[in-house]
């Protein structure tokens, strides 16, 4: 397959390549770059002509939750895997429709993330490139406590628990280093792992090359983690300076989902209880200065909104939401752009593979009229949304 007339956008250097026709070959994978006039096509080889349009790397979207329930307290930890298969491959494909060729998920019910990964491999289903956690593992009365998460306690049960999730397939591993705002009776201030629980599942991801994601609301859990080895942080609902620039300096992510503070009309849509919605809007200033501390201190930001990404959210999918929200945090366009393409590549170690337009990666793609390094909003409109050289929607 061929993809002519592109102007391909570098979301490293912000260049845009003009004429550009691109090649993918029958593995999905991008075999060439050249000028649209000096090609030469076989007659048997498909021609996309996008006609001028700018051409930008699939998105990858890294805090999902396909498995879900909301609200939250209607969740059923004995459902059927059957049922919450069904629920999340519905929502992946709607990820994968809104322009997200890949998704990183942080916990879901009964490991469906593997499953729907490893159907989608053979061709079952369209599906979005899937990274999992399998299930967050979580102390007993913790932040995960009745959403179908791995239940343990002290070193060498956290230790066990990654390594179960390891074993059923998972790419990293999820934890919860302080409560949550949707839930009654804790803080996102309040601590809720030891040093040796965090250490159990560090040793376990090291073991793996993979890595350690964490809930974190507050600043003193999130230093515990940091020098405990953990890398990827989500939410930081209280950042203070000096750990965002702990953060910084030790080459830490930090994925803000901005969302969950500023979503009221999507929360009331799936019936959150009054007191979830105000808990998460009563945060919601701080959550933006914690965020706007994490730009200053040049914390690599990613892009996840922890609901489904392609849930729409006042109009648009939740990440372009989120996407756009970061941006008018103060998070410049390319990095902004780079959050949900490039860097969310690096976070997920696939800096090789993913995330942008170059010989030997994944033929994952969308087109747009404008230029989105110009103006984010011009993602409202992807016109062509290719999966590994396969079109999930093309061009009317
Ligand atoms: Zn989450």
């Keep these: 397959m061929w993809i002519t007339n592109a102007k391909i956008v570098d979301v490293v250097t912000g260049e845009i390549g003009k004429d550009a026709a691109v090649k993918v070959d029958k593995f999905g994978l991008i075999s060439e770059i050249t000028n649209s006039t000096q090609i030469s096509i076989d007659k048997n080889e498909k021609i996309i002509d996008i006609d001028g349009r700018f051409l930008s790397p699939g998105l990858i979207s890294c805090h999902a939750h396909l498995s879900?329930?909301?609200?939250?307290?209607?969740?059923?930890?004995?459902?059927?895997?059957?049922?919450?298969?069904?629920?999340?491959?519905?929502?992946?494909?709607?990820?994968?429709?809104?322009?997200?060729?890949?998704?990183?998920?942080?916990?879901?019910?009964?490991?469906?993330?593997?499953?729907?990964?490893?159907?989608?491999?053979?061709?079952?289903?369209?599906?979005?490139?899937?990274?999992?956690?399998?299930?967050?593992?979580?102390?007993?009365?913790?932040?995960?406590?009745?959403?179908?998460?791995?239940?343990?306690k002290d070193f060498d049960g956290f230790y066990k628990a990654a390594i179960g999730e390891f074993e059923a397939g998972a790419d990293h591993i999820k934890i919860f280093i302080t409560g949550g705002l949707a839930k009654a009776g804790e803080s996102s201030d309040d601590a809720e792992m030891t040093d040796e629980e965090i250490s159990g599942v560090v040793k376990a991801a090291r073991e793996h090359d993979s890595y350690v994601v964490a809930h974190a609301g507050e600043s003193k859990a999130i230093m515990q983690a940091l020098r405990l080895g953990v890398t990827s942080f989500e939410h930081g609902y209280s950042l203070d300076g000096s750990t965002a620039e702990a953060l910084a300096g030790a080459g830490a992510f930090l994925t803000p989902t901005l969302c969950v503070t500023r979503s009221e009309s999507w929360?009331?849509?799936?019936?959150?209880?009054?007191?979830?919605?105000?808990?998460?809007?009563?945060?919601?200033?701080?959550?933006?200065?914690?965020?706007?501390?994490?730009?200053?201190?040049?914390?690599?930001?990613?892009?996840?909104?922890?609901?489904?990404?392609?849930?729409?959210?006042?109009?648009?999918?939740?990440a372009l939401h989120e996407l756009f929200l970061m941006n008018k945090a103060g998070l410049s366009t390319i990095k902004s752009f780079q959050s949900i393409t490039s860097n969310a590549a690096l976070l997920l170690k696939q800096e090789n593979f993913l995330g942008q337009i170059k010989p030997k990666f994944a033929g994952d793609f969308i087109a747009t009229k404008g230029n989105p390094l110009e103006d984010l909003e011009n993602l409202r409109e992807i016109d062509l949304i290719i999966k590994s050289g396969k079109i999930i929607k093309e061009i009317a």
């Design 267 to 318: 929360m009331r849509e799936k019936g959150f209880e009054e007191a979830s919605i105000q808990n998460a809007l009563a945060v919601s200033d701080r959550h933006l200065q914690s965020t706007k501390n994490a730009i200053k201190a040049g914390i690599t930001l990613i892009n996840g909104t922890d609901y489904p990404p392609g849930d729409m959210v006042d109009g648009i999918p939740a």
């Design 68 to 152: 879900v329930v909301f609200p939250f307290s209607l969740t059923d930890e004995h459902e059927n895997p059957a049922i919450t298969a069904f629920r999340a491959a519905q929502r992946a494909a709607e990820a994968l429709k809104a322009g997200m060729t890949t998704i990183r998920c942080v916990h879901e019910q009964n490991q469906v993330d593997l499953a729907l990964r490893n159907a989608a491999k053979v061709g079952w289903f369209e599906s979005p490139r899937i990274f999992g956690a399998g299930r967050a593992i979580s102390t007993p009365t913790g932040h995960g406590e009745g959403a179908g998460c791995s239940y343990a």
